[in-house]
């Protein structure tokens, strides 16, 4: 019984941690007490992932967070892929930047994102929809001035979507679905940084802390609750204009991010692009559409936030980093510039990585029902290729200069190696990721 | 032979290079070093084995009277009725271009071992020509669209990252990312040619045809038409067609033995490569065929003049490779098959050589009058005495300036695209803005 809700076990796992890390007298310390931890909650994740599925499916076992069914293995890999993020979130963050107080506020973030898992029900999901975003903007308003000014301009934009959620969980509990799914649409729509009500995210990630901004965004909590409440409306002319504002995030975001001048930027880009692929593709009504979407999730949590920590990493060693001209040396930070190009040319589709499984789903999952918007999804993923390589060589070539930064750290390398290698495991076994990446429900209502 | 024999020839020779790969790469992430001998050595002897499999498949082939061998090695994934399939094919185009392939990387591993030793990025460039070699393996013996494409892609990035080799210089990191963005819009073409087969004919395996296997056509034939042009825009960035070709002669910046591989032999003739298995296009669509015929020949005829009045070595003979690629091209939109694999092995066994003489040209040239006892005489002109004077100059101007066409893909096309991403800026910027209040704007200008 201890596996019946996994999810929340994580979630719970994960706040205990965070005071066990609150105690800590270090952020260095803090950093690896929280890395070990989430090790050996991934290897508890994965074994749970396991017996789901070797398990023959045990029909007393009900609900969100049972396992032996296609939906805990679901439940099962989401968690997996969480504590991935965790361990990106937390092993990368830069001591200087992620004291003790904000690396509690990746693990209370993570905790929260895991907890979605755990439920189905609207108003619930609304009620960690708030609890996210009120410790985000805890953890930015104890930072100081610059910290207060985001979390105003954040709850500028998140405040309408947060009473949207709200109105939409009423609606659907007094039986107005179709409001209620318009509702949420719009909610997730300013949640994932679509297009129109993006703008908090390139701020977010230009001047919070890294780790904190990834714990918020990576997850991709909207999606999760566009997964288990709204998949009714595929196929409607609502799901048609979220899967067109989804295109336009992709291509614009993509055509933005190459113009950036300013890495961290840059990558905000590409996220909101790649948030875009996946709005796009969750509106698919086909199966192949709809796991392509949710494998770029996937990806997005992986390879994306492993870009955006290294490049935490990065900016601790030689301060905030511009794109105008190549100003790094590739000898001198070899792991962490391989990591830097795996990890971003993974999230757009390298060969042999999870994302190229995940890019070649959703265009061909969408070309039936969508083929002019198909055909735009790959020029954003092309787009977004020239971005992760204009980055690459801005940051790590250019110049002979060493200033003596170090590469990776032991911690740092561990966490990366995890993290890419879950993505070439996954790779390998994509048809069973692939058969496990939606929850039952969702994959039925295929034609 | 045996069938099983046959089709373990034909796997091995995209394994052995893989296996190369990861032999070094998965050590060397973890602190492996390697001696220069062992890694020269290693690869050469993979690449040997890979030319020899290759090699032996094709005699068997021949000897055997059999049109292809089909090996099926799986499948990677399926999602509903989508499925990746690994299936490799030795036929007369396949088998003797992996050979020719195999065995120019392994003499140019044997090559480079004195050419760049004691180089610091010795290491790089060896474990980027085992990846490139196992890419092309990948393109030539494919045995579906689905699988050139994912060869293509790690073509391309090999390539760009060969041209950046010396990274601490700025300008050949600025050339290996103009060659990616070229390949990677280009590459647009063919994910689009591979989702559009998948829709209207339901696969893109090479199914049947004279004299080898190619790509089976859609029936309705506008969608044919369309994918033709798709796989035609694809070919003309790898192969530096015009107007596309612009990237060529700066590739050059990279070392010279992967010049040599790479725009002087293989990777350039990849897009031929791509022609001659779309070949039931061409033939049954005289659009697609004559607008390959007017593209290449352009592309001779712009070679050829541009290439008069190059001052280096390594330019006037990257404009010798675009004349002679463009030669190819344009003998397979006449409709011609074996002639142009005939001219692709012919012409980059004589351009790989030249260009890896290029460094010594010097040398070369004053061994030659000292073998002759007198000074050489330049080249006849034979175009001054056809061209009319009024000619002469406009076409002496186009040359210097290589047919206008970097100034038009920088001022037309990059310009536009900044242009419009710079008012895509100040919208977002506005509605930022307007979104999340001054706060959100302070820091917020159009980048």
């Not at chain 1, 001198?332 to 390298?350: E, Q, W």
């Not at chain 2, 085992?130 to 092309?136: D, E, M, R, S």
Request: neutral net charge; charged residues 10%.
């Amino acid at each position: 019984m201890i596996f019946v809700s996994l999810p929340l076990l994580i979630a719970v796992a994960l706040l205990v941690l965070g005071q066990i890390v609150s105690t800590c007298d270090t952020p260095r310390r803090a950093r690896r007490v929280a890395v070990t931890a989430i090790q050996v909650l991934f290897a508890v994740a994965l074994l749970g992932l396991l017996i789901s599925e070797f398990a023959p499916p045990d029909p007393t076992l009900r609900g969100p967070g049972a396992l032996g069914g296609g939906s805990g293995s679901w439940r099962a890999l989401v968690s997996c892929i969480h504590l991935l993020i965790a361990m990106l979130a937390v092993g990368l963050a830069p001591v200087a930047s992620h004291p003790v107080r904000t690396l509690v506020g990746i693990l209370r973030l993570m905790a929260i994102a895991c907890a979605f898992g755990a439920t189905e029900a609207p108003l619930l999901l609304a009620g960690l929809w708030a609890a996210g975003l009120l410790v985000l903007l805890r953890e930015l308003r104890a930072s100081g001035d610059g910290g207060v000014r985001l979390s105003g301009v954040l709850w500028r934009y998140h405040a309408p979507s947060l009473v949207l959620a709200v109105v939409g969980s009423l609606a659907f509990l007094v039986g107005w679905s179709s409001t209620g799914a318009i509702c949420w649409l719009v909610a997730i729509a300013v949640r994932e940084a679509l297009l129109g009500a993006h703008g908090w995210l390139p701020l977010l990630f230009s001047r919070a802390p890294l780790g904190l901004a990834v714990a918020f965004v990576a997850p991709q909590s909207g999606f999760y609750c566009h997964v288990v409440m709204l998949q009714d409306v595929s196929g409607s002319a609502v799901a048609h204009a979220f899967a067109f504002l989804g295109v336009a995030t992709a291509v614009i975001g993509a055509m933005l991010g190459c113009a950036q001048t300013e890495a961290r930027r840059a990558l905000a880009w590409l996220v909101i692009s790649q948030t875009g692929l996946i709005a796009f593709g969750l509106e698919n009504s086909s199966e192949v559409g709809l796991t392509g979407a949710a494998l770029s999730w996937q990806v997005l949590g992986l390879a994306t936030s492993g870009v955006v920590m290294t490049l935490a990493a990065l900016q601790a060693r030689r301060g905030l980093l511009g794109l105008d001209r190549p100003q790094g040396s590739f000898a001198r930070t070899p792991r962490m510039a391989v990591s830097f190009l795996f990890l971003g040319f993974a999230s757009v589709g390298l060969p042999f990585t999870l994302g190229f499984v995940a890019e070649d789903l959703l265009m061909q999952g969408s070309v039936d029902e969508f083929p002019g918007f198909g055909l735009a999804l790959v020029f954003a993923t092309a787009l977004n290729g020239i971005n992760v390589l204009r980055c690459f060589f801005a940051l790590f070539s250019g110049t002979s200069e060493h200033i003596g930064e170090r590469d990776l750290t032991r911690l740092e390398a561990t966490v990366l190696t995890a993290v890419m290698a879950a993505l070439i495991v996954g790779a390998a076994l994509a048809g069973e990721i692939a058969g496990i990446s939606l929850p039952d429900v969702v994959k039925s209502m295929g034609p | 032979m045996s069938d099983q024999i046959l089709a373990g020839l034909v796997a091995s020779a995209v394994a052995l290079p893989l296996l190369g790969f990861v032999m070094f790469a998965l050590p060397a992430w973890f602190g492996a070093r390697f001696g220069e001998r062992f890694v020269a050595g290693s690869v050469g002897l993979l690449f040997t084995c890979s030319s020899l499999a290759s090699g032996l498949a094709f005699l068997a082939l021949v000897f055997s009277g059999r049109s292809a061998i089909e090996v099926p090695l799986g499948e990677w994934f399926s999602v509903g009725s989508y499925g990746f399939h690994w299936t490799l094919i030795g036929d007369r185009l396949s088998l003797p271009f992996a050979w020719f392939a195999a065995m120019l990387v392994g003499l140019m591993a044997a090559f480079s071992r004195r050419y760049l030793h004691r180089e610091a990025g010795f290491f790089r460039f060896y474990l980027m020509l085992v990846l490139f070699g196992t890419g092309v393996e990948l393109v030539v013996l494919a045995g579906s669209l689905d699988l050139v494409f994912v060869g293509w892609e790690l073509v391309g990035i090999t390539s760009a990252l060969l041209i950046a080799f010396f990274h601490e210089r700025p300008k050949p990191v600025e050339h290996g990312l103009r060659a990616f963005i070229t390949y990677r819009l280009c590459d647009v073409g063919l994910l689009s040619a591979v989702v559009w087969l998948h829709h209207a004919v339901g696969h893109t395996d090479f199914v049947s045809g004279q004299p080898w296997l190619q790509l089976a056509v859609p029936s309705e034939g506008h969608h044919a038409v369309w994918v033709g042009f798709l796989l035609l825009f694809a070919s003309m960035g790898k192969s530096a067609q015009v107007p596309l070709g612009g990237w060529l002669p700066r590739a050059m910046e990279g070392p010279t033995p992967s010049s040599a591989i790479f725009y002087g032999a293989i990777a350039i003739h990849l897009g031929p490569y791509l022609l001659l298995r779309a070949g039931s296009i061409l033939d049954q669509f005289p659009a697609v065929a004559w607008t390959t015929f007017a593209i290449g020949s352009l592309t001779a005829l712009h070679g050829s003049i541009v290439g008069r009045v190059q001052t280096d070595i390594k330019s006037s003979l990257a404009y010798g490779s675009m004349t002679q690629v463009g030669l190819i091209v344009a003998e397979i939109g006449l409709g011609l098959r074996v002639v142009p694999l005939v001219h692709i092995i012919g012409h980059a066994a004589i351009r790989s050589l030249e260009i890896l003489r290029s460094p010594s040209l010097l040398h070369d040239h004053h061994y030659l009058e000292e073998a002759v006892g007198t000074r050489t005489v330049r080249t006849p002109r034979h175009s001054e005495g056809v061209i009319p004077r009024g000619l002469r100059s406009w076409l002496y101007r186009y040359a210097l300036e290589r047919g206008y066409q970097d100034g038009f893909l920088r001022e037309v096309v990059v310009g536009s695209f900044l242009r419009f991403a710079a008012v895509l800026g100040v919208i977002d910027s506005a509605l930022t803005g307007w979104i999340g209040g001054r706060d959100a704007v302070e820091e917020e200008r159009p980048r």
